[in-house]
């Protein structure tokens, strides 16, 4: 479905955002108790990061929110969407998000009688769903991850 960078400045590249900025962060499936975790974390993180809080601080008021350090962690840097022609959109596979897909040219689906295929090598497909596949309505993001 839509999402907030979909909108107005949000989704604009940095040279027509002005001093708009946008920051999103994936913490899990909706409703999953360790995706709460994870935005806990994330947000001491950030915080911590922009010198709001101190570590001290933080394990003081906001108790239990910052989750070890991962051992191997990526960034994900969303490189645009597919959006359906049609309520007719089918992938050719059960993606649930964040699969890696090797090569460029991979066909992963279907849009309205048009292969729908991967960009480029190590493609990260980001939040694919079909829940809502109708014209227009955005039914997964390509993503280029790199090593942090």
Same mark, same amino acid.
């Given at each position: 479905?839509?999402?907030?960078?979909?909108?107005?400045?949000?989704?604009? =590249? %940095? !040279? %027509?955002? +002005? %001093?708009?900025? &946008?920051?999103?962060?994936?913490? /899990?499936?909706?409703?999953?108790?360790?995706?709460?975790?994870? !935005?806990?974390?994330?947000?001491?993180?950030?915080?911590?990061? !922009?010198?709001?809080?101190?570590?001290?601080?933080?394990?003081?008021? *906001?108790? /239990? @929110?910052?989750?070890?350090?991962?051992?191997?962690? @990526?960034?994900?840097?969303?490189?645009?969407?597919?959006?359906?022609?049609?309520?007719?959109?089918?992938?050719? =596979?059960?993606?649930?998000?964040?699969?890696?897909?090797?090569?460029? +040219?991979?066909?992963?689906?279907?849009?309205? +009688?048009?292969?729908? #295929? #991967?960009?480029?090598?190590?493609?990260?497909?980001?939040?694919? &769903? #079909?829940?809502? =596949?109708?014209?227009?309505? #955005?039914?997964?993001?390509?993503?280029?991850?790199?090593? *942090?």
């Amino acid at each position: 479905g839509v999402r907030m960078r979909d909108y107005g400045r949000f989704g604009l =590249a %940095d !040279a %027509d955002a +002005g %001093d708009s900025r &946008s920051l999103l962060v994936e913490c /899990g499936f909706h409703g999953d108790e360790s995706s709460r975790d994870v !935005a806990h974390d994330q947000c001491v993180r950030f915080l911590q990061a !922009a010198d709001v809080l101190d570590a001290a601080e933080i394990a003081r008021l *906001l108790p /239990g @929110w910052r989750q070890p350090d991962a051992p191997r962690q @990526w960034a994900l840097e969303v490189t645009g969407p597919v959006v359906a022609q049609s309520e007719h959109f089918r992938f050719n =596979a059960p993606f649930s998000g964040l699969e890696v897909i090797e090569k460029a +040219g991979t066909v992963i689906g279907d849009n309205d +009688g048009t292969p729908v #295929t #991967t960009p480029y090598d190590d493609c990260v497909l980001v939040m694919p &769903s #079909t829940r809502q =596949a109708r014209a227009g309505v #955005t039914v997964v993001r390509y993503a280029q991850r790199r090593p *942090l």
